[in-house]
């Protein structure tokens, strides 16, 4: 079984990176990215791309750059888990035409629990 890829877009460089260390260590994933969230062709990449979540870091977790991708993501590829964070609220917010089990978890565990609905 392939690994889950992982693409991670964010809006602040710093706040990406910090993601990304976290992301790249977990050997049982793949990271794609970071991208740029001003980057205007990222549902057009996606398809290339082919993650099997999508994590978006941004400043502000209401932003409506992020919204608006999320939306659009959504609308494209429904069968995409489309996790959300921001520097202003500790908190993840799960977006995903999926179903999944209330309970806290962190990042980690939150995109376990999206592939494992979704499996490569």
């Not at 990406?16 to 205007?40: A, C, H, I, T, Y």
């Not at 489309?82 to 995903?96: D, H, Q, W």
Request: charged share 25%.
């Amino acid at each position: 079984m392939s690994k889950p890829r992982i693409l991670l877009i964010s809006s602040h460089h710093l706040f990406g990176e910090s993601m990304e260390m976290v992301l790249r260590g977990e050997k049982e994933m793949e990271l794609l990215g970071p991208w740029n969230l001003g980057d205007q062709d990222i549902c057009q990449r996606l398809a290339e791309a082919k993650p099997s979540v999508v994590v978006i870091a941004d400043e502000n977790l209401q932003s409506e750059s992020a919204t608006e991708l999320t939306k659009s993501i959504l609308e494209q590829y429904p069968e995409l888990s489309v996790i959300r964070t921001g520097l202003s609220e500790n908190v993840f917010r799960l977006f995903s035409t999926h179903t999944l089990p209330a309970r806290g978890a962190d990042l980690l565990e939150t995109i376990r629990s999206c592939v494992a609905q979704h499996p490569s």
